[in-house]
């Protein structure tokens, strides 16, 4: 809880925790017993996010303080290597994936087909012939 208190003084600019507490519309005493239980923890980030602190360096220290400021190395490393093949491979899985719904819908129509002409008919010899071709 230390560590995100600090990451929100350095990304909102606050000097004391009594002005984070101000801030939040709570008393110092208030703000420090929710500290000690933990219950202002999801404020704390939410206050912090509205204010321009990047979400990222909130949570894990890494990347800018300020959500605008993408010039750090975070932004431009590894984070979003490859994302571009990632995206690429999924839209090409969601296409695969619609193509093989759409032939299996024809399939599923086709055997509705030779069942409604089976109860129609009553003539087995048809189905086991389908059957039989596949």
């Known amino acids: 809880m230390d560590d995100l ?4 003084k350095v990304s909102c600019g606050y000097t004391s925790q009594a002005a984070i507490a101000e801030a939040l519309g709570m008393s110092p005493q ?3 017993s929710r500290k000690r239980t933990g219950g ?3 404020s704390l980030i939410n206050h912090a996010i509205e204010k321009g602190a990047n979400p990222i360096y909130l949570r894990t220290g890494q990347g ?3 959500a605008e400021d993408k010039t750090t190395d975070y932004w431009k490393g590894k984070a979003f290597e490859g994302l571009e093949a990632r995206i690429k491979a999924l839209e090409g899985f969601v296409i695969s994936h619609k193509q093989f719904s759409l032939e299996r819908d024809k399939r599923i129509d086709k ?3 030779k069942l409604n002409e089976y109860a129609e ?3 087995m010899k048809y189905l086991k012939k389908e059957r039989e071709a596949g």
């Open 5 to 8: 208190i600090k990451r929100v």
């Open 30 to 32: 208030n703000f420090s």
């Open 40 to 42: 202002i923890k999801e």
């Open 64 to 66: 800018s303080p300020k």
């Open 111 to 113: 055997i509705n087909d």
């Open 121 to 123: 008919t009553g003539d």
